[in-house]
T-cell receptor, first 113, second 107 residues
Framework: KAGVTQTPRYLIKTRGQQVTLSCSPI?????VSWYQQTPGQGLQFLFEYFSETQRNKGNFPGRFSGRQFSNSRSEMNVSTLELGDSALYLC????????????FGQGTRLTVV | GIQVEQSPPDLILQEGANSTLRCNFS?????LQWFHQNPWGQLINLFYIPSGTKQNGRLSATTVATERYSLLYISSSQTTDSGVYFCAVVESYIPTFGRGTSLIVHP
């Protein structure tokens, strides 16, 4: 069974631009969560989607947004990129959204220049 | 919010040695997972262990939810065990990760 797939794997953007990252969950999983990992802040929860609705949200500014489609695939968008948004963005899928076991993709490494 | 503390932050071992990694958390949790982050950044599931004890080969984990801690045991360590180990807890459906234990296993 295929794992969680994130695209693209690497991305370089300029300050002020916007970016969209994609995540395809494990087949049958309906919850998708997004995380940001930086050396300074560690791994931080961004938000979680289930049945096309955002269920939980971490402490990030409104520039970070997401959505989930009817096939459970999810996208994350960051607008008006800042240098500090450079990070590894990880996506995880779970069967349900109530804190069940999460399985992670390989991540998208975003560099903002 | 909940606090998650992992210890030790860094660990250097010779191949074949055993080790114990600890995860303390400040409140009751819905679940707890241990992950190993490989050099390419992917988080590999080790254990989903809200309570009790589990074993998988050379690795085992114990969570004592009432005392708010979890332990990850690595026996007969190998160079491929090198990497960062994270514990993550979920409280009120919000996941929180510890800062990790960075493990280096020398041949």
């Amino acid at each position: 069974k295929a794992g969680v797939t994130q695209t693209p794997r690497y991305l370089i953007k300029t300050r002020g631009q916007q970016v969209t990252l994609s995540c395809s969950p494990i087949s049958g999983h309906r919850s998708v969560s997004w995380y940001q990992q930086t050396p300074g802040q560690g791994l931080q929860f961004l938000f979680e989607y289930f049945s096309e609705t955002q269920r939980n949200k971490g402490n990030f500014p409104g520039r970070f947004s997401g959505r989930q489609f009817s096939n459970s695939r999810s996208e994350m968008n960051v607008s008006t990129l800042e240098l500090g948004d450079s990070a590894l963005y990880l996506c995880a899928s779970s069967l349900e959204y109530r804190g069940t076991e999460a399985f992670f993709g390989q991540g998208t490494r975003l560099t903002v220049v | 919010g909940i606090q998650v503390e992992q210890s030790p932050p860094d660990l250097i071992l010779q191949e074949g040695a055993n080790s114990t990694l600890r995860c303390n958390f400040s409140d009751s949790v819905n679940n707890l997972q241990w992950f190993h982050q490989n050099p390419w950044g992917q988080l590999i599931n080790l254990f989903y262990i809200p309570s009790g004890t589990k074993q998988n080969g050379r690795l085992s984990a114990t969570t004592v939810a009432t005392e708010r801690y979890s332990l990850l045991y690595i026996s007969s360590s190998q160079t491929t065990d090198s990497g960062v180990y994270f514990c993550a807890v979920v409280e009120s459906y919000i996941p929180t990760f510890g800062r990790g234990t960075s493990l280096i296993v020398h041949p």
